[in-house]
T-cell receptor, first 112, second 117 residues
Framework: SQQGEEDPQALSIQEGENATMNCSYKTSINNLQWYRQNSGRGLVHLILIRSNEREKHSGRLRVTLDTSKKSSSLLITASRAADTASYFCATVPYNQGGKLIFGQGTELSVKP | EAGVAQSPRYKIIEKRQSVAFWCNPISGHATLYWYQQILGQGPKLLIQFQNNGVVDDSQLPKDRFSAERLKGVDSTLKIQPAKLEDSAVYLC???????????????FGSGTQLSVL
């Protein structure tokens, strides 16, 4: 079953703007991960945040995690046309054998 | 480092036919996953192997889908007979460790796009 819900489903911005995507989930987790998928390709891991962490940075990416609200956000700063892709959050719920469950994704379009 | 290899890249079959997909994970990765991704949705886990043992196959439609991972390396996923609703991208992924609960990340192949007519 799908645990994560992402918001918005689609986002269109201009190059140079920031993009924020949100993810909500239902059960307690071990960690939360974000992946990117370019059209017709496999998924690429972006960043992992553990349940005891609140914020992580990686280059132009910033991820926050609020376990009390069961939500996470991914911020991409100074977006580029090459950031155009679908972005998925994925959670590892407690006591479910360690499997990774994906949300529905946010489709990001960055216009030059 | 070579990535996760999958073949074929595309497959078109008629309903009720059978089809098989192949995956070769990154060398040394103990855990292998098959995901189904229907257009416009997130990937759904079908089966998870650790070495050559099944860890989770709770969402695998076992009346028509089967998977094996011989010798704990390559894996094949088979559908027999295929239905229209099986049209999707089948993604293979691998990870080094046993569980993603221990903060492992997954490496994905490019997938096999299946169209069932």
């Amino acid at each position: 079953s799908q645990q994560g819900e992402e918001d918005p489903q689609a986002l269109s911005i201009q190059e140079g703007e920031n993009a924020t995507m949100n993810c909500s989930y239902k059960t307690s987790i071990n960690n939360l991960q974000w992946y990117r998928q370019n059209s017709g390709r496999g998924l690429v891991h972006l960043i992992l945040i553990r349940s005891n962490e609140r914020e992580k940075h990686s280059g132009r990416l910033r991820v926050t995690l609020d376990t009390s609200k069961k939500s996470s956000s991914l911020l991409i700063t100074a977006s580029r046309a090459a950031d155009t892709a679908s972005y998925f959050c994925a959670t590892v719920p407690y006591n479910q054998g360690g499997k990774l469950i994906f949300g529905q994704g946010t489709e990001l379009s960055v216009k030059p | 480092e070579a990535g996760v290899a999958q073949s074929p890249r595309y497959k078109i079959i008629e309903k009720r036919q059978s089809v098989a997909f192949w995956c070769n994970p990154i060398s040394g990765h103990a855990t292998l996953y098959w995901y189904q991704q229907i257009l416009g949705q997130g990937p759904k886990l079908l089966i998870q192997f650790q070495n050559n043992g099944v860890v989770d196959d709770s969402q695998l439609p076992k009346d028509r889908f089967s998977a094996e991972r011989l010798k704990g390396v390559d894996s094949t996923l088979k559908i027999q007979p295929a239905k229209l609703e099986d049209s999707a991208v089948y993604l293979c992924a691998s990870s080094f460790g046993q569980f993603v609960a221990t903060n492992e990340k997954l490496f994905f192949g490019s997938g096999t796009q299946l169209s069932v007519l």
